[in-house]
Each structure stands twice: as C-alpha cells, then as structure tokens.
C-alpha cells in the first residue's frame, strides 16, 4: 500500500493505491484509492466504504519476470528500430533518478504545465510529487540533447511490485527533424524505465492508464503508442470517497463530471459484485 497526502487548492487530499479500506488511509478531506486488477488476482469490495465516485478503467501492464531480450521482443519492430536508432545514432542522453531534488522537480513542473496547457489537460501538483519523493517512491527520468534542452521527462510511482507511470511530456518544437528525434527519445525513455523496474526487482511496468473513450482521437493516439510495447489490458477501479463536508461537497462536484465518462459505474454495480475478478 502506497498513501500520498497534498493538498489541491484548500481541499486535503490522499492517494491511496492498493488499498480497499479507507480506514487504513490518514486523515483527509478527500481519499482516492487506485486498485489494479492483476491477471489472476482479484479485488474484495468494501462494502462498507461508499463512494461517491467509482471508475472501472483500464492500464497496459507489462510482465518483468522474463528475460530483457523477450520483454523487448514483444515490442513493435518499428518501435525497436526507433529505439534502437535513439540509443546509437541521436545526439541525446538519457538521466535517472529515484530521489529528485526539490529544484530538479520543480523544473519537471515547470515542463509538465507548459505541456499541459498545450493539451488542455490537468497540471501537476509539486506538493503531491514531493509527497511520493519523500516516501522513496518515485522515479524521475528525462532525455536532453546536445543543447542540454530537455526533450521528453516520465514521472512513475513505485507501489508494492510495479511501477506506474503517472506522467508523461515532451518539448515542442517546429523543426521537423527534432520532432522526430523527440519521439524516438521518448521511446528509449520508455524502454529504459522498463528497464530500471525490472533491474529493481519489480513485477510489472504499469502504463498509467488506457483511455475508453472511443471517441476521444488524441488519447485513442496515445493507447496506440503504448501498446507498441506490447503488454496486457487489464482493469483498474478508482474510487474516490468524501470524508469531511468540504470533501464530501468536492467529492459530489467530481461525480456530477464523472458521470459523463465511460469508466463510471454506479454503486448498484458495485453492490451485486462482493469480489471483482479479472
């Protein structure tokens, strides 16, 4: 279990992944828990613990416990070559680190936010990163080129026996040929934090999340680059719960947003399942 505390304006918040008691969570105003659904597993509804939201999403997961060479052969060949290509040919270099300072995640920030707003797509909270830095469960890696700009930076969190990655953005720039490198460079980034979680003994590499929404062009994109890597589509259920009166306020103001989505499911349906199973 993995518990992540910040604050989203003046509302108190938690992260809660692998966790399906809200009791074992810290104080807050608002708890989100994130279960993954591993292959063969299942996962036991509390129910006693109502949520106001619940989302039955889905995540690419791939299996570490093989050999690099299979794990890299399951990958697209013209995602290797890209790779392969990265690594050999482009004037770049790749960066690591499981403790990232204060100034180094601030400039991932400042990055991420520029990307971001560019994608019209909610900014990172520097208080929740620095919560998952202090609990040893963070992964920051980034890709420059000769210049020392940065091109492409991941942020994945650690919990049990995976890493997730939570986010993900690259530089923007005109030139064609860059743009080209940038998505090369950011496939290697992606083999080498496979990699780095395997090396660290861990189970799965978890790709944050498959969008649903059909309809929805540029996320249907970004599945298509994931699933490059190979990897298994499982489920993954979000449940976010109001505990206090402002939590409960901005928990009904999620679900009312919420309830538009394809993940959404309804307590009913979560009242005829005692255990979900994948």
Request: net charge positive; with cysteine.
């Amino acid at each position: 279990m993995l518990q992540v505390l910040y604050k989203r304006g003046l509302l108190k918040m938690v992260n809660a992944f692998e966790v399906t008691n809200i009791k074992e969570c810290q104080p807050s105003d608002t708890v989100i828990t994130t279960n993954v659904i591993f292959p063969g597993s299942n996962l036991e509804w509390n129910s006693d613990d109502k949520a106001f939201v619940y989302l039955l999403g889905k995540t690419s997961l791939i299996h570490l416990n093989r050999e690099e060479e299979e794990i890299f052969a399951d990958i697209h060949k013209n995602a290797r070559y890209k790779i392969n290509r990265a690594e050999k040919r482009d004037p770049i270099q790749c960066y690591v680190t499981d403790s990232p300072s204060d100034v180094q995640l601030q400039q991932f920030v400042t990055f991420f936010n520029s990307f971001a707003k560019h994608k019209q797509i909610q900014a990172a909270n520097l208080e929740r990163l620095k919560s998952f830095r202090d609990r040893q469960a963070i992964i920051y890696s980034y890709v420059t080129d000769e210049k020392d700009r940065l091109l492409c930076a991941h942020i994945h969190y650690i919990v049990n026996n995976y890493s997730c990655l939570l986010y993900s953005a690259s530089a923007r720039f005109e030139n064609s040929q860059i743009r080209n490198m940038i998505g090369r460079a950011n496939r290697l980034l992606h083999w080498q934090d496979i990699k780095l979680a395997k090396a660290k003994g861990l189970t799965w590499y978890n790709f944050g999340g498959i969008s649903t929404n059909e309809k929805d062009i540029p996320h249907q994109k970004i599945n298509q680059f994931k699933m490059e890597f190979g990897g298994q589509i499982v489920d993954v259920l979000t449940s976010v719960y109001g505990i206090t009166m402002f939590g409960k306020c901005a928990a009904f103001l999620y679900k009312l947003k919420a309830k538009h989505r394809p993940e959404y499911i309804t307590q009913e349906t979560v009242n005829k399942h005692s255990t979900y199973s994948h």
